[in-house]
């Protein structure tokens, strides 16, 4: 699986939005819709940033790699998700 793109392994997985958009700098920016990061202190959003979509993808991947992500966090429908590339 490490020999995929960044962009492939983020679209597997199922059920969930990768969020495309560019910041103030013009720069790619991609991150899943409604997903936080638990840090000691709270939660964070991450995204990946870069000059094209797979840069963005491949920071994305390396940013939320190996943590737990949370999707719809303190809903009734949250879902804890290992990363494991």
């Not at 409604?34 to 959003?45: A, I, L, M, Q, R």
């Not at 840069?55 to 303190?74: P, Q, R, W």
Request: charged share 25%; aromatic share 10%; glycine share 8%.
């Amino acid at each position: 699986m490490l020999n995929k793109k960044a962009s492939d392994r983020l679209l597997m997985l199922s059920g969930r939005q990768l969020l495309v958009n560019k910041d103030w700098e013009g720069n790619v920016c991609v991150h899943y819709d409604h997903c936080d990061v638990p840090y000691s202190c709270g939660y964070s959003t991450l995204c990946g940033r870069g000059r094209t979509f797979e840069d963005a993808c491949e920071e994305y991947c390396d940013n939320i790699s190996g943590k737990t992500i949370v999707f719809n966090l303190g809903c009734s429908d949250e879902k804890r998700v290992q990363v494991l590339f």
